[in-house]
């Protein structure tokens, strides 16, 4: 696969997905959201809704609908309904229909959805989607109180976690400090490249979860560096991260051959990944990320002379097996 230039167009309308544990705090955000003065006009999707009485706010339910794609690959999967929703959204913008809606951005809220894979994927797979909307981050709501029970019992706790861009751990009142510390370092074990914010009844500022453009594939990779020391980790998670690095060049070819590789059979085990390529013979960064099967490079800006130029990727699925991966990675330097 060739690097494409697909700078964002500003015309695009962003779309934040907000996610999260049962009873983490979703609503409460939500509520917070909508009354605050913030100027944005914000169309709201959801699966459930209650009681949000703000009258010049769109909220629209959704009914479940999930759609494999044509290839059959079980983890590509497009909402028809969200598809269908956006596309409305997009016709009462323009006065079609007899409607009218007035909205710069979308917020999708995901009550009752456990895998928010088929979400983001609508973003990248749907061309009619992508060319008037881009996913500007995933927003994972964890209950501070009960995050090591939900991440213990299941699978589904521990996909919101992975596929996160920000971390809001919610509930903090009912956690002292040392249990507070310990979730943070699980969490970052999982996703070490979500930020993480601690909340007292969903209170955030929005500029800290709205437009942060975390999606944005020319965005730079952030790793906490304290992540990068730590190895010792308590949990015994299914869901971790890997963080693959080589200071070689590589070959852009054998990057996309060796991913090629293993997304056909690993494409359901690996959620997301994320990273910087110094590419042999490119002046400029190559940025890829993917999620599941579908993956992207772009160019980024030019590397500078005083940079280290290393290729970084975070890898954050189930039961990844480091060695294989960071083998395979070495095996992808030019020659
Ligand atoms: N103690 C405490 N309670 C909170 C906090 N934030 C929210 N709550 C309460 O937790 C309960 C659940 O909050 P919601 O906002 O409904 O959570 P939700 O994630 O939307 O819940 P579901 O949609 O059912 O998954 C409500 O009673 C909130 O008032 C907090 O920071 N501390």
């Given at each position: 696969m060739a690097v494409e230039n697909n700078a964002v167009s500003s015309e695009r309308i962003p779309v934040t997905l907000l996610t999260g544990f049962l009873g983490a705090g979703k609503t409460t955000l939500l509520n917070h959201i909508l009354s605050a003065h913030h100027g944005h006009k914000i169309a709201v999707i959801v699966n459930e809704f209650g009681e949000v009485g703000i009258d010049n706010k769109l909220v629209i339910g959704a009914d479940e609908e999930i759609f494999e794609m044509n290839n059959g690959c079980i983890c590509c999967t497009v909402r028809g309904d969200l598809i269908r929703i956006l596309s409305d959204l997009l016709d009462a913008r323009d006065g079609k229909n007899g409607k009218y809606a007035e909205f710069d951005r979308v917020l999708i809220e995901t009550t009752g959805l456990a895998d928010p894979a088929p979400v983001i994927q609508t973003f990248f797979i749907n061309e009619d989607i992508d060319s008037a909307y881009y996913l500007d981050s995933v927003i994972t709501m964890v209950d501070a109180r009960h995050a090591d029970q939900h991440l213990d019992e299941g699978h589904e706790a521990q996909e919101q976690v992975a596929f996160a861009d920000v971390l809001l751990l919610n509930k903090v009142d009912l956690?002292?400090?040392?249990?507070?510390?310990?979730?943070?370092?699980?969490?970052?074990?999982?996703?070490?490249?979500?930020?993480?914010y601690q909340t007292h009844k969903s209170n955030i500022e929005l500029e800290k979860i709205l437009g942060i453009n975390a999606f944005d594939i020319d965005q730079k990779l952030e790793i906490d560096?304290?992540?990068?020391?730590?190895?010792?980790?308590?949990?015994?998670?299914?869901?971790?991260?890997?963080?693959?690095?080589?200071?070689?060049?590589?070959?852009?070819d054998k990057i996309d051959k060796w991913v090629i590789g293993w997304v056909v059979n690993l494409g359901t085990e690996v959620f997301r990944y994320k990273g910087i390529l110094y590419i042999k013979g490119v002046k400029q960064r190559v940025i890829f990320q993917g999620v599941h099967m579908l993956f992207?490079?772009?160019?980024?800006?030019?590397?500078?002379?005083?940079?280290?130029?290393?290729?970084?990727?975070?890898?954050?699925?189930?039961?990844?097996?480091r060695e294989w991966f960071q083998k395979g990675f070495e095996k992808c330097v030019a020659h």
């Open positions: 956690v002292d400090t040392n249990e507070l510390q310990s979730l943070e370092k699980r969490l970052r074990a999982m996703n070490p490249h979500a930020k993480i560096p304290g992540f990068l020391q730590e190895e010792d980790h308590e949990h015994d998670d299914s869901v971790s991260s890997i963080v693959l690095r080589e200071e070689r060049p590589l070959d852009m992207e490079s772009t160019s980024d800006r030019e590397w500078r002379e005083d940079e280290r130029k290393v290729s970084e990727v975070v890898l954050i699925g189930r039961n990844l097996d």
